[in-house]
């Protein structure tokens, strides 16, 4: 790669302050610390010597993802091949299915980071500002939380509308106040309804009506128990196990499906130190402690479902695991994580089972804490300092 640093190093000062390409400098410098890790070190003040920086910090949470992105295009594949009757065939291949799946996520991935990036360079080379990184996730995070068969016009609207109204207009990476992500699915939810719920916008291949099985449903287990369909059944009527649950053969965005490929990314953020255990582990509380409330008054048989379904069902999971633990929209104490994922977790049941218009109610749970993170983390300082005080004030 010597040659490359060669080539970058020789074109460089055309980008720099008075090189006749100085205004693409953004653009330089987006590509070079793409390429190569920065060199640029911090000169005077006291500072802290540490390997992880921005860059490793989104690649980390991109190989976390991984697992779930893979499980999905799976999914999506082994969805339409049951769909269309031809899962027993012998000529659907593991392959197969794994080359659909690709097929159909691809450019779905594809156009998030083309529509994303693209709004990332214009408004670091208006600002005279370094492109961030934080879009590098962001960008995978979008095709995660879509039906497989969304048009890939809506996710360029629903991309550049989150980027813009809830990331640029606060000031780009690391001011936004809502996750990114979660305010393109819920854009796409409010905008195009019909494109986010429903029977068959969840298996690939329904909308078109070729070849599908006829009385084939492609209700997620949401949308059946938010009607009172406590049998869970795929798309056949053949029951769905807790097995089909947690290793993801069923209808549900590309990557809330696979509990299994979630966890593992989960230990690998645990591991290397990127994602809060305290935000986890208190949502996954949150939401047991509710559910439990909920089967205790009892009046229809939503409320009925066992606390720990909630985990295994929709995007509960992923939004425990990816989206709430986000940095920049959580709180910062660690008094406050505890709270915020609790609230979370019991939100997010609360507005499944009482309010079946939203049977999946982990994005607007975790959409609403975002906004009163700041209030979480306000109360606890204060709290500390009143209490630091009064000790204080005893002491003397």
Excluded: C
């Excluded at 020789?10 to 400098?25: A, I, R, S």
């Excluded at 992880?52 to 091949?81: C, E, H, S, W």
């Excluded at 909308?207 to 099985?213: E, L, N, R």
């Excluded at 994005?363 to 709290?383: E, G, R």
């Amino acid at each position: 790669m010597n040659w490359l640093r060669n080539y970058l190093d020789k074109v460089k000062p055309n980008f720099q302050k008075g090189g006749k390409l100085e205004k693409l400098h953004s653009t330089f410098d987006a590509f070079e610390t793409f390429l190569f890790v920065p060199n640029k070190v911090t000169t005077t003040g006291a500072h802290i010597r540490d390997s992880i920086d921005m860059k490793r910090t989104m690649t980390f949470v991109i190989i976390a993802l991984l697992p779930t992105l893979l499980a999905g295009m799976y999914n999506v594949g082994y969805q339409y091949y049951q769909a269309t009757g031809q899962l027993a065939l012998a000529e659907t291949t593991t392959w197969a299915i794994f080359l659909y799946g690709i097929l159909k996520v691809v450019p779905i991935i594809v156009v998030s980071y083309v529509t994303g990036l693209t709004i990332e360079f214009i408004s670091a080379q208006l600002r005279g500002h370094e492109v961030n990184e934080g879009f590098l996730v962001t960008g995978m995070l979008i095709p995660l939380v879509m039906p497989p068969d969304v048009p890939l016009w809506m996710v360029a609207i629903s991309t550049a509308f989150a980027v813009i109204i809830g990331k640029e207009v606060f000031g780009g990476t690391g001011m936004n106040i809502v996750n990114p992500a979660l305010l393109t699915r819920a854009f796409l939810f409010f905008a195009y309804p019909a494109y986010m719920s429903g029977d068959i916008v969840w298996t690939s291949g329904l909308t078109s009506g070729t070849g599908i099985i006829d009385g084939y449903s492609g209700a997620t287990l949401l949308s059946q128990a938010a009607n009172y369909k406590m049998a869970f059944t795929n798309g056949l009527g053949e029951s769905t196990t807790i097995a089909d649950m947690f290793f993801g053969f069923i209808p549900g965005s590309i990557g809330e499906t696979s509990k299994f490929a979630i966890i593992l990314g989960a230990v690998f953020l645990l591991i290397t130190g990127i994602a809060n255990w305290r935000i986890m582990l208190s949502t996954i509380l949150g939401a047991l402690a509710f559910g439990l409330l909920l089967n205790l008054v009892a009046v229809n048989p939503f409320m009925e479902l066992p606390a720990y379904m909630h985990l295994l069902m929709g995007g509960f999971l992923f939004g425990a695991i990816f989206m709430a633990t986000d940095p920049v929209t959580g709180t910062q104490t660690n008094t406050g994580k505890w709270i915020y994922g609790f609230l979370i977790g019991a939100f997010a049941i609360l507005i499944r089972v009482l309010n079946p218009a939203y049977p999946e109610g982990m994005m607007l749970s975790i959409l609403l804490m975002n906004i009163f993170a700041p209030l979480i983390d306000y109360i606890v300082i204060q709290s500390n300092i009143k209490r630091r005080m009064k000790r204080n004030r005893q002491i003397a």
